[in-house]
């Protein structure tokens, strides 16, 4: 229903509330008409309710449902809706309760067990939710919605391979539920199974080409796949419209840059800034940009901006104290950055590999040794952290070791310039020691 229609209702059904006590004294005896003008109070608000749920106004659609309880005999559909807009505003101990109440007068509601299922899930208590679930779910004909919510208690779980199944076997039947597509997706990829994932987003866009949550996962997914003409144009047409959200921009812009459309990237993301204002993440996104396209200076500027915005952005901090430490300025600086990055996630190897570059450039070997074969023990498997630690290595003397990281950085890339200079260099050393 469109926008304005319903408002529109909302208008006439107000009206209604107020005309009712007038006309049903008029139309009838005084007994009924008292009857007649609860009910159809009731029923109003109520209706009242529904409308203004559907136009995202939860508060006043619980004051409306609190009206219709006033009127009416309790009800599963009555507690349904309470239930689910109490859930909206983030009253899960109310809706709980709410819902509870409405399983008691109709054990037998699928819809009344699918909203209760969906305040545990948000109560953080999918183990409750499975329960809840796993025997209605197993009967032949049980609606799709409730299938979604245990794969969804699934994975909340960590039990990412059943859920997967659960999804999987009912995607099957119901090759028309962009609901169920989706959430088969997103076990897919958890399972590391991309390009079965990326199928089933697809699907669900065209089952469903307006849902946000599809469009946003299906960018990131073709980006990951290196996909980027296609996220071009999926997300082109949708950053236009009124609906778009923040990561399209992010996707569409990353997408332009890894084409090297970088001032497109710029722009797209300058359109993001201008509508949601500067943040961590839109900042970030265009500091990569400008480093991709070589203008590290501009880069450099960014996310002393982001800096200056969250002075405990871990992202900052590492890209100022690894450009500060490859330029040689302001060292002094960069080991404080480094130092507050790993302080911050000392279990991350890209941020223990920067202090590592730091201390090499200060000349501090050993320290520089410390922090370089953490990162790699914490699983830094990128060549760039091998060369380093090779020339940490080198630094303090341990030329066997070097030539060890090196090897191993170019068996993560072989062929790479960087790591082939290292590893010439050395032999000519040795071979001008001999």
Known sequence: MHTTTRKWLLWVLLLFVSAVPHMTAQAVSQETASAMRISAQGYL????????????????????????????????????????VQMVLGQLDEALRTIEKAGTLCP????????????LLARAEPTAAESLLIGVVSQTGSPSRLTALLGQAQMSQGRIEDAAATLSSRALQDTLSPEMAFLHARSLMALGRGEEALSELQRAYRLEPSNSATVALL???????????????????????????????LSLGRAYAAMGRYEEALAILAEAEQTWGESERLLAARGSVEI????????????????????????????????????????????EYAIRAV??????????????????????GLKAVRELEAAVELGGSEPLIHEHLGDAYLQVGRVSDATESWLKALELEPGRTSTLERLG??????????
């Open 45 to 84: 608000h109520y209706s009242l309710g529904r409308l203004m749920e559907v136009e995202s106004m939860p508060r006043e659609a619980l004051v409306q449902y609190r009206r219709a309880a006033s009127y009416l005999h309790e009800s599963c559909e009555l507690g349904r809706a309470q239930a689910r």
């Open 108 to 119: 037998d509601d699928l819809e009344v067990l699918a909203v209760h299922a969906e305040v």
């Open 219 to 249: 960018g990131e997914s073709l980006l990951r796949a290196g996909r980027y003409s296609d996220v071009v144009s999926l997300l082109e047409n949708v950053t236009r419209s009124l609906t778009a959200r923040q990561d399209e921009f």
């Open 292 to 335: 991709a396209s070589g203008a590290e200076d501009r880069a450099l500027e960014t996310f002393e901006r982001i800096l200056a915005l969250e002075p405990e952005s871990v992202v900052a901090l590492n890209f100022i104290a690894y450009h500060s430490s490859e330029t040689g300025n302001n060292l002094e600086t960069a080991l």
């Open 343 to 364: 302080e911050l996630v000392p279990l991350n190897p890209r941020v223990r590999d920067t202090l590592g570059w730091v201390y090499f450039a200060h000349g501090q």
């Open 425 to 434: 260099r050395a032999n000519g050393d040795q071979g001008s020691s001999e």
